[in-house]
């Protein structure tokens, strides 16, 4: 594929994946404000919960909590369910995404400054390309991952950079157009981890939350 056609290509689709990123944060708020209030009310308007004495006959409490925690022992008689082989369904297999997406979200309130942001990216070897994102390069010159700006346009600035903010970087890579896709996603993975040290941010993963060592450990296992 033509290197300027796959640059196109990969910001497009991080463009839209920042689109929907921006939504459903949107509407995740929402919902769970809404279910906050609903629990809030419901809390209000639910009475304590009752004691062991409220559920026994006889009104004798101490009785009651014996016989709550009375072991049982089973003898041979007793009939013990085992469910088939066919009824145990199988964890369904993890399955690698089209473009994996990964975010660094700034700590600080104001978010990620364009001189920091510069300084940071060519720590860790990213180049600023003529899509006006952050890429890493192969040595062919072809892109292995991009990173974009959280914001409606999704480009970096190439001045005035002191005056420029970011609240989010995003980290995208297409592993299926890859000849080494698992070699590029441990990249991926410390390149992400350096910049967070340097630019004190916190790494969330496609879902939104803190990514995880296990998490990392799955997408390289499925690649």
Not at 135 to 156: I, K, P, Q, W, Y
């Amino acid at each position: 594929m033509d290197k300027e056609l796959l640059r196109i290509v990969i910001i497009a689709i991080g463009l839209i994946v920042i689109l929907i990123m921006v939504i459903w944060a949107y509407l995740k708020n929402k919902k769970f404000q809404a279910q906050w209030a609903a629990e809030d009310e419901l809390d209000a308007n639910t009475p304590s919960a009752p004691s062991f004495a409220d559920y026994d006959l006889n009104g004798n409490e101490e009785q009651a909590e014996a016989e709550a925690f009375e072991p049982h022992y089973y003898d041979t008689d007793d009939a013990v369910f085992e469910p088939e082989e066919h009824d145990i369904e199988p964890a369904p297999r993890f399955s690698v995404p089209a473009v994996i997406q990964f975010s660094l979200m700034a700590k600080a309130k104001e978010g990620f400054n364009g001189e920091d942001l510069a300084n940071a990216f060519a720590i860790v070897g990213l180049e600023y390309g003529s899509l006006r994102i952050y890429e890493r390069l192969d040595s062919n010159r072809l892109v292995d991952f991009g990173v974009a700006c959280m914001h409606e346009s999704g480009t970096f600035p190439h001045e005035n950079l002191d005056e420029f903010y970011c609240r989010g970087l995003v980290f995208f890579m297409q592993p299926g157009v890859l000849d080494h896709a698992r070699q590029v996603f441990e990249d991926f993975i410390e390149t992400i981890e350096v910049l967070a040290i340097e630019l004190d941010g916190t790494i969330l993963d496609q879902h939104r939350d803190p990514l995880t060592d296990e998490t990392i450990h799955l997408f390289h296992q499925s690649l």
